[in-house]
């Protein structure tokens, strides 16, 4: 240990077994890399779920091992993976664990062994998500949302009984998981700053995270409660949720629960979790682009305030995902209302990013390329939401594929440009190398070009009005022979996109193990993480001293300075 | 290279974008009710969102051309702003106001069903569609989902009322020109009653009954499909829906054997 002599009492002591150092270890940083690389590896089951998918969509009765059953299930546990298993568990897991003590200056989370253990029950509520493959009947094929009854109730849909089971199961777990995260995030947060880190001088990353972690802790408990009632549905034939039901000629012996009440206890959950995935990687984001455009961020006050306005109203616009969903009609009024409100703090941070951008020195290099990728894909991700959040023009366009277009352009490129950008940027300090810069932009050029082939043409089909979740469309006369076309197409470039996705697996491998050795601030950055005194940071982070901070996150080109940045640990003076 | 090649790629996206929707190939099915109001709200939305789109997509390509890394190029340093801030934030609170002030009206318009409307039912269950017309004394007779177990409707044979209605498993026939309400049930999961052409679209929820209205405007055979996943067979719960005169439409209600014909006691 190098600088043991000169430990200070609050010093972690490191530890010194492979076991404890790299498998059971307490470390944020080492748990913020087993989350990550778990994410992943469930992400590209996710992935090849969506193959399955396209396949069928693109080349329908050509692959005689997708049939109407397991197409449901490929679709259902692509959308839950992706969601909560991919993004939020990399986003707040991840970025969250790695970033937050690093940028705030402090040597751990608040409770390590808290974080230990949330990381290793995301893993177990991942191997319950995956194990629903090999139960009798196969993972539920309700759709992501769950929707009961056909959820629960017994051949109503595939997987409705061991499969729903499990996999509520695994997203207890995971909530319980998610809860001894985010209570350490947000703890961290609020009370282990370094000296001089005012809430106003933490960078956006953290201010999205955090954020994100406070929603997560309010919204993860709707699902659980509605989980809890669903699989006592599934499992005691009470009746929460199910009312007088007639399933295939048997009348069940149901009555007085009803469907609804599940939709707004999933959609409390499901709508703030739509910005849980999307404020981290806004801050992210916001970050990357001040950083590598050397500018600082414009608006930062306003920013902050956005994220916080967006949690805020977040939570008060759930209904608008059931316009037609045969709630009091008067609901639509006030969640259309609330809806388009939150466009306006949406629409002001991508003001500032692109005023971030105006009159800056943009370093294109592969974290940039993907944070003007999020630009991009955010502002037509948003813009579409504006058609669903005004019920009227929901309603010809609801569960059509312009709904799809829309929340994967918004939520899942937005959000996995703001990781794949996130990943590029912090992977020099969190391994030491570098990556390849060349198969990062080719990773970047085929993923966006690729995202916008794949869900542009969704909008039309959403227009022509093709209805979402549909195993195939033949026979179906109004459709015009484009819908055909259009769905080879896509699926094309789906797969050429997912393909593509091994460039970036190589990239983060081969650099890890054979890149360039990385400088310790690789691209002249002002924040916290990139000042430590070793690459990659040592256990403690910081060595005997913490930093102290001086001043805001985006001193980038400052006049008559002599660099194009000042970190946040040099003096007003100096 | 970067610069100049994401620019590119971003005003390709744009003209992209505007020839395909100005094409036409990818629009809304030939409108056949009297929600013009709402094709008319898409059009407005998309105008406001497609000129946002437009216009901050080209700036974002203008920034990454203009402002790409170069020799001996500064970034300027300003963090602030707070006219144009607050000049951003009007216009597009204005934008927002245009889009959703119309459409609140339009949609109260969605959910105050005309007086005069011909009440049909719609019976939605794994993996089919029902239809029940009011007969002769125009009134639909009571329906209980505990009665599912005695007839394939759930209506109460009792009922006097119930004794001249029709049932029918498909085509779903309707009279032209005038407002109908559907109030939609379902035997067993959720369903949603979709005719593209029609644009209105309504769950059917098991235990209630929703509804939604709208006027048929133009004679022709339209496909009825589910729009809420529904299990297995959700891709072929399927109907046809055929608009005809008034007078075609008597003529093939009368034609049609009523609950007392059909259903036992």
Known sequence: MPHAASHTTEEHHEPTGFWSRYIFSQDHKVIAIQYTITALVVGFVGLFLSWLMRLQLGFPGEFNFINPNNYLQFMTQHGMIMVVYLLTAILLGGFGNYLIPLMIGTRDMAFPFLNMLSYWIYLVSVILLLAAFFVPGGPTGAGWTLYPPQSVLPNASPGADWGIRLLILSLAVFVASGTMGGLNYVTTVLQLRTRGMTLMRMPLSVWGIFIASILALLAFPALFVGGVMLLLDSLFGTSFFIPVVNVLGQQLGREGGNPILFQHLFWYFGHPEVYIVILPAMGIVSDLLSTHARKPIFGYKAMVISIAAIAAIGFIVWAHHMFVSGMNPYFGFWFAIATVIIAIPSAVKTYNWLLTLWKGNLHLNTPMLFALGFVSTFIIGGLTGLFLGNVIADVPLHDTYFVTGHFHLVMGVSAIFGIFGGLYHWFPKAVGRMYSEALGKLHFWVTFVGSYLIFFPMFGEGFLGLPRRYFSFKGIESFSPIIHDLNVFITIVALAVGAAQLLFVFNLIWGAWKGRKAEANPWRATTLEWQTPTTPPPHGNWGAQLPVVHRWPYDYSLPDAPQDYIPQTTSQRS | ?265
């Open chain 2, 1 to 265: 290279m970067q610069g100049i090649l994401l620019a590119i790629v971003l005003v390709l996206l744009v003209i992209g974008a505007v020839v395909l929707t100005m094409s036409g190939a990818l629009w809304l099915p030939t409108l056949a009710s009297n929600w013009g109001a709402i094709d008319n709200m898409l059009v407005i939305t998309l105008i406001v969102t497609g000129i946002a789109f437009v216009v901050l997509n080209l700036i974002l390509a203008y920034i990454v051309f203009r402002y790409r890394a170069r020799d001996g190029q500064k970034a300027a340093f300003f963090a602030e702003n707070h006219r144009l801030e607050r000049n951003l934030i009007l216009v597009t609170a204005l934008g927002i106001i245009v889009m959703l002030g119309p459409g609140l009206f339009v949609y109260s318009e969605f959910i105050h069903p005309p007086q005069n409307a011909l009440v049909i039912e719609v019976l939605g269950q794994q993996w089919r569609w029902s239809f029940r017309y009011p007969g002769t004394d125009g009134k639909l007779g009571r329906t209980d989902p505990k009665l599912f177990a005695q007839n394939a409707v759930g209506i109460d044979i009792t009922d006097p009322v119930a004794q001249d209605d029709v049932v029918v498993h498909g085509p779903l026939h309707l009279p032209l020109n005038r407002p109908i309400i559907i109030k939609l049930r379902s035997k067993d999961v959720l369903h949603s009653f979709y005719v593209p052409e029609f644009r209105a679209k309504m769950d059917a929820v098991p235990g209630m009954v929703t509804r939604l209205w709208f006027t048929p405007t133009k004679t022709g055979t339209f496909d009825l499909l589910c729009a809420e996943l529904c299990g297995t067979a959700h891709f072929q719960m399927r109907s046809k829906v055929i608009v005809e005169s008034p007078e075609e439409f008597e003529r093939w209600l009368q034609a049609q054997p009523t609950v007392a014909q059909t259903i036992k006691k």
